[in-house]
């Protein structure tokens, strides 16, 4: 890990719901994560939010849940495959990542070596701390952004600044509550939310 002085600020990131579309899983009759390239689409200035994210000097890190191979919805060459589209798809606007961290467990995952209980699975803080291990990062300066509330929860947990995706309601509120997982911000969409962050750092 780099000195103390050398830490710089992230930004982390969900991935779905924040940097891309949901999709409808018509077996299951859900609303899920993308599970292959071809399903994955970037949602509205998207590519414009994580280009100013670079230009303001902080990191880009998504970090996220995906149990989809863990549940055998997919597989690891899908999965990276997919990941390689965002990160073209990205790149088109002129943006780029810093780190992608997932994780694949779950505690029902068909695979056997993904089943079980982890430090990686949001609301936990695993993730963030990998990415602070490999890259560097003062989590009590960074911000992490999602649209969920272990997304809140996880940055929480870490110091972070916390903005969360979408609109505050009565019953979400009372589950807030309960489980301590207020954020700090709240914005409609992740390229509102970036201006939010560069608002509070200060920077034109």
């Not at 830490?7 to 599970?35: C, K, W």
């Amino acid at each position: 890990m780099k000195a103390a002085g050398a830490l710089r600020r992230a930004v982390f990131l969900d991935r779905d719901g924040v940097i891309n579309a949901m999709v409808y899983d018509t077996e299951h009759g859900l609303i899920d994560s993308p599970q292959n390239p071809d399903q994955f689409q970037l949602l509205p200035n998207v590519g414009e939010a994580v280009r100013l994210i670079n230009e303001m000097g902080l990191l880009a890190v998504v970090v996220s849940n995906q149990p989809g191979v863990a549940k055998g919805k997919s597989t690891m060459a899908l999965l990276e495959s997919t990941t390689a589209r965002m990160e073209r798809e990205l790149a088109e606007s002129g943006a780029r990542l810093d780190g992608v961290y997932y994780c694949l467990h779950h505690p029902e995952a068909t695979l056997e070596q993904y089943r079980g209980i982890c430090s990686c699975r949001k609301p936990k803080s695993g993730l963030l701390r990998q990415a602070t291990e490999a890259i560097g990062i003062d989590l009590d300066r960074s911000f992490m952004v999602g649209d969920g509330l272990t997304d809140i929860q996880a940055g929480r947990s870490v110091g972070c600044t916390t903005v969360l995706l979408g609109t505050l309601r009565c019953d979400s509120c009372h589950l807030m509550s309960d489980q301590n997982a207020f954020p700090d911000l709240l914005a409609p969409d992740l390229l509102s939310a970036v201006r939010l962050i560069q608002s509070r750092l200060g920077q034109p």
